[in-house]
């Protein structure tokens, strides 16, 4: 509560790189503090474990099936472009190499977790807003509930549950599809595409990728629940929570993608 009330008369009192920082500052504290209590057992009473259940389900289970439609509709449309391209060049031999490494590595993530935070972890974050204007965490308090735990936890938890599974998913899709649509429906080349995927993932390049994926799902749930939960540079609506939801995350993407690249490539 100190901390929060130390936040807020920042937010409305001091100039901009001043809110700038302390909105950043808080962030980074409420995913930390999130992350202990998630790997906390204590965490997990019984409306949180209900909860957490509910939101795992309705987060992700809805979504699969078109969303795993679009990834192969994607899949084709990228290894098609990408096929005639390098054809016209004559790179034919390195096509499928570049559309592993563009489509599964780098654009699948990131359109998860994009997806992601506009279909789940966005509105739920704004979804906050309304529960505490609302005096529902009051109400929580009143029963002798912790509001973080049951209501906050079981979101950001489903959150990074979904952007990971997606991920994996359409990854899974795109890897499956790719090989028929660069050589068709023959075993012929099977091995040299298996010796080609094992090229690519090499330990330290599926260590960097499996990071960037655990950050990106983290980013994704982490930032639109503290922006909805504690925002303060605004007027405390629904949609400016959103907007700052968005803003914030969108940046922190951009930030973890342009690391993961220099880690691969440099």
Known sequence: MVLTTWYRRVGRTSLAPVR???????ITFFGAAMMVRALSPHSYGPETRYNLARHVYLDTA???????????????IITRIVVVTSSRYGLSEYALEMVIRVLVVELIPLTAALFVSLRCTIPS?????EMRSGGHFRELHRRRLDPIAVEVLPRLIAGVFCSITLTALSCIVAGVLAYPAV?????AALDSYVHMAGRVFDPLFTFIFMLKVAFFAMAVA???????????????SRESAALQGLVRMFAV?????????MANYL
């Open 253 to 261: 993407l951009l930030v973890l993608e342009a690391l993961a690249l």
């Open 222 to 236: 982490t930032i639109p629940m503290a922006s909805g939960l504690y925002n303060i540079e605004d007027d405390g």
């Open 125 to 129: 974050g704004a979804a906050l807003v």
């Open 183 to 187: 050589y068709g429906f023959t075993s």
């Open 62 to 76: 809805p979504i699969l099936g078109w969303f795993t439609v679009l990834s192969a509709l994607f899949t084709l």
């Open 20 to 26: 700038w920082a302390a909105a950043w500052a808080r």
